[in-house]
Nanobody, 125 residues
C-alpha cells in the first residue's frame, strides 16, 4: 500500500498556473500508475489525468487536454500536475491516486485505499 499527500493548491486568477505535487511513501512507488481526480462542489468526482509506471504514457480528460500536464519523478516518489490557462470551472478539490493495475483510470477509478486527502484549487474570474 502507498500513502499519498497532495500539496500546491491555492487561489489563482483565471489564466494563471499552479503545479500540484503528490508525495508518496513507500519504496514501491514506481510500481504504481498515478493519477489525479477532482471534485467540485455539488458534483461527482471526475478523472483529470493519469500516468503509467515509467511515465511513458499519459491520459487526460478532454476538458484539460492541452492545458494540464502530468509527470512523475520516481526517484523522488512524487507525481505532479502542471495546470496552465486555468479556468473558473477548474475549481475543485484535487485528489492524487495510485493504482497497481495501470493508468486507465478514466473508466476504472483506483481502489479506495489508494487516495490522498486532497488539495483545494480555486480559480477566480
Amino acid at each position: 500500500q502507498v500513502q499519498l499527500v497532495e500539496s500546491g493548491g491555492g487561489l489563482v486568477q483565471a489564466g494563471g498556473s499552479l503545479r500540484l505535487s503528490c508525495a508518496a511513501s513507500g519504496r514501491t512507488f514506481s510500481s504504481y500508475a498515478m493519477g489525479w481526480f477532482r471534485q467540485a462542489p455539488g458534483k461527482e468526482r471526475e478523472f483529470v489525468a493519469a500516468i503509467s509506471w515509467s511515465g511513458g504514457t499519459a491520459y487526460y480528460a478532454e476538458s484539460v487536454k492541452g492545458r494540464f500536464t502530468i509527470s512523475r519523478d520516481n526517484a523522488k516518489n512524487t507525481v505532479y500536475l502542471q495546470m496552465n490557462s486555468l479556468k473558473p470551472e477548474d475549481t475543485a478539490v484535487y485528489y492524487c491516486a495510485a493504482d497497481p493495475r495501470g493508468p486507465r483510470m478514466g473508466s476504472r477509478p483506483p481502489p479506495d485505499d489508494y487516495w490522498g486527502q486532497g488539495t483545494q484549487v480555486t480559480v477566480s474570474s
